[in-house]
């Protein structure tokens, strides 16, 4: 009985024993200084995932650049560019002479523009748009004079009325926030210059030919005065 007894105490005091020490190796304290395991990270990512759908892009946007000043496009011949301008270089032959029409047989001055026709020529882009158009001319000269057009297109004419005077051998600038088309010729039997300028600027465009009629930057004077 004694011994029987013995044992068993024996071996509960054995069975405790091995039950302590395998919850004493369960908790072991964690290093704070440990690093996490490969691929893990003890803490939440702040780096958004490029890659994930909705995620913003890091490619910065095109910056828009200044718009160009608005032109407002006058009704009155006289009113194409400042006083003093008008009076130094627009005063040297007469203005819209009835002896002098345009090409279809109507005076120069205000119209109503019209959709230019699908493959029109330059004459034909700038004779349909223009919302105004302007002659100085003595009726009795050969061949002196000053013609301005101003209207409005939209931008696949804007590109074909360039594409074509640059074709035809026009000299192509940027000026004044727009796009200078220009090119000269000699009038036969004469000697002198015949000069034809294209400005284009968002939907403005402005026509100038001039034919012995020398001018001090007209156009630069017209777009100060017209964007005031």
């Not at 490619?59 to 560019?81: F, G, L």
């Not at 009076?87 to 002098?100: F, G, K, S």
């Not at 699908?118 to 100085?136: F, K, M, R």
Request: with cysteine.
């Amino acid at each position: 009985m004694t011994t029987a007894r013995t044992l068993a105490i024996a071996g509960a005091l054995a069975f405790a024993a091995v039950t302590l020490t395998g919850c004493t190796a369960d908790s072991t304290t964690a290093d704070p200084s440990s690093s996490p395991s490969a691929g893990v990270s003890s803490t939440p990512s702040t780096t958004p995932d490029s890659s994930a759908e909705g995620a913003p892009s890091t490619t910065p946007e095109p910056t828009e650049s200044a718009a160009a000043p608005v032109v407002t496009i006058p009704t009155d011949c006289t009113q194409v560019t400042d006083a003093d301008t008008y009076a130094a270089q627009l005063t040297l032959a007469p203005l819209n002479p009835e002896a002098a029409p345009r090409r279809d047989g109507t005076p120069f001055g205000a119209r109503t523009p019209e959709v230019p026709p699908t493959d029109a020529d330059p004459v034909e882009i700038v004779d349909s748009a223009a919302s105004i158009d302007c002659l100085w001319r003595d009726p009795g000269a050969d061949i002196t004079g000053l013609e301005v057009a101003l209207g409005r297109l939209d931008q696949a004419t804007s590109t074909s009325l360039l594409d074509q005077v640059a074709a035809a051998g026009a000299t192509c600038t940027d000026e004044h926030d727009g796009r200078v088309c220009q090119v000269s010729t000699t009038t036969e039997p004469y000697g002198t210059d015949l000069t034809k300028t294209y400005f284009v600027r968002g939907d403005l465009v402005i026509y100038v030919s001039q034919s012995n009629y020398p001018t001090d930057d007209l156009l630069g004077s017209m777009l100060a005065h017209l964007e005031s």
